[in-house]
Structures are given as C-alpha cells and as structure tokens.
C-alpha cells in the first residue's frame, strides 16, 4: 500500500514557476514509477510527466515539454515537479500517482495509487 500527499500548489501569475511535491509512504517507493496528472475544470485528467523508478528515464506531455521537469528523491520517498514559464492553461488541480513498475506510464488507468491533488492557478 502507497499513500501519496501532494503539497505546493497555489496562485502564480503567468510567467511564474512553482515546485509540486509529492511525498510517498511505504518502504518500497523506489520501485515505483511516478506520474503527474492535471484536471482543469471540465476536462479530462490528463497525462503531465512520468519517472521511472532510477529515475534514469522521463517522459513529458507536449504541452509541457521544456517547461516542466520530474524528478524524484527516492531517500526522501518524494517525487517533484519544477514547472517553469505557466501558462493560464496550465491551471488545474494536479495528482501524483504511483505504480508498481518499471517502465514509463502514461495512462491513468494503469496506476494504481493517487494522491488527493493540489490546486495550480495561473493568473493571466
């Protein structure tokens, strides 16, 4: 069993930058592929970024491509995300999500773990 609590949303103007984490419970949190979701009002939820569980390899939605970064600190059982230069569309609630894995997951339906979320707002 993995619980996952997201923290570090909040308002940010267009242009601004905020770092998600994503704290993980469960002694095997390196076994882990991590995902990070979004669900503007709406919308569907939507794949964001994934990291295998080295950390070795990532994988990123378009949309977001070059302006967001994964990453994961497996001492800490934490998974990040640095998102840089937001945009208004980037607004919505994001989740972290886990699974048992060792490859990159870009379907929310494969995960098996999910945090509660947290809400990014971009003001224009």
């Known amino acids: 069993q993995v619980q996952l609590v997201e923290s570090g949303g909040g308002l940010v103007q267009a242009g601004g930058s905020l770092r998600l984490s994503c704290a993980a419970s469960?002694?095997?949190?390196?076994?882990?592929?991590m995902g990070w979701f979004r669900q503007a009002p709406g919308k569907e939820r939507e794949f964001v970024a994934a990291?295998?569980?080295?950390?070795?390899?990532?994988y990123y939605a378009d949309s977001v491509k070059g302006r967001f970064t994964i990453s994961r600190d497996n001492a800490k059982n934490t998974v990040y995300l640095q998102m840089n230069s937001l945009k208004p569309e980037d607004t919505a609630v994001y989740y972290c999500a886990a699974d048992f894995s060792t490859i990159i997951i870009v379907v929310a339906a494969m995960y098996d773990y999910w945090g509660q979320g947290t809400q990014v707002t971009v003001s224009a």
């Open positions: 469960g002694r095997t949190f390196s076994s882990y592929t």
């Open positions: 990291i295998t569980w080295s950390g070795r390899n990532t």
